[in-house]
T-cell receptor, first 114, second 114 residues
Framework: DGGITQSPKYLFRKEGQNVTLSCEQN?????MYWYRQDPGQGLRLIYY???????QKGDIAEGYSVSREKKESFPLTVTSAQKNPTAFYLC?????????????FGPGTRLTVL | AQSVTQLGSHVSVSEGALVLLRCNYS??????LFWYVQYPNQGLQLLLK??????LVKGINGFEAEFKKSETSFHLTKPSAHMSDAAEYFCAVRTLGGTYKYIFGTGTRLKVLA
């Protein structure tokens, strides 16, 4: 089955630690995205990438980093510089070049800072 | 800049009643519009999308939305609510031009009363 997988589903971090969230897709999509979701705030874009080895900051990139070494993978690192990292993180992907290009989402990772 | 506004962060309806979730967009040209549904602790699932082929768009689970350019609206409706419709709903617009970014509303949580 084609889709997007995120791991782990739940992640606990101590203050001062960096953690990496995994996102893999087998949809052959060009573009991948990371969003942060907090109650009542909708989805806020952290980073996105439209091609391998290239990515752009979204609206709330501070304290996060990404890489795009392979088309199917787009890991997100939450660094110790992120002051309030507890949130639900969603990865998404879409093809590029069509008329509307729907975004497809993974199941999410819930990060809690202890 | 493009944006979407969802009126009403919480909506309650009785089982069997009409569901109406509101979404207004700002765009100088016809946008690409989407409605997604999210169940607790899950990713977003596409309900329907506006492709400019027809102003009335039918989606999954009996939902539909009508694109009204004069009102800059894309409201989501369902004639008869079911208990399983209880979830959070997001309206989204894809940005125009070569950058494949998506802007989401803040969401509407639908509660269905027995």
């Amino acid at each position: 089955d084609g889709g997007i997988t995120q791991s782990p589903k739940y992640l606990f971090r101590k203050e001062g630690q960096n953690v990496t969230l995994s996102c893999e897709q087998n949809l052959n999509h060009d573009a991948m995205y990371w969003y942060r979701q907090d109650p009542g705030q909708g989805l806020r874009l952290i980073y996105y990438s439209q091609i391998v080895n290239d990515f752009q900051k979204g609206d709330i990139a501070e304290g996060y980093s990404v890489s795009r070494e392979k088309k199917e993978s787009f890991p997100l690192t939450v660094t110790s510089a992120q002051k309030n990292p507890t949130a639900f993180y969603l990865c998404a992907s879409t093809s590029v070049g069509g008329a509307t290009d729907t975004q497809y989402f993974g199941p999410g990772t819930r990060l809690t800072v202890l | 800049a493009q944006s979407v506004t969802q009126l009403g962060s919480h909506v309650s309806v009785s089982e069997g009643a009409l569901v109406l979730l509101r979404c207004n967009y700002s765009s100088s040209v016809p946008p690409y519009l989407f409605w997604y549904v999210q169940y607790p602790n899950q990713g977003l699932q596409l309900l329907l999308k506006y492709t400019s082929a027809a102003t009335l768009v039918k989606g999954i689970n009996g939902f539909e939305a009508e694109f009204k350019k004069s009102e800059t609206s894309f409201h989501l409706t369902k004639p008869s609510a079911h208990m399983s419709d209880a979830a959070e709903y997001f309206c989204a617009v894809r940005t125009l031009g070569g950058t494949y970014k998506y802007i989401f509303g803040t969401g509407t949580r639908l509660k269905v009363l027995a």
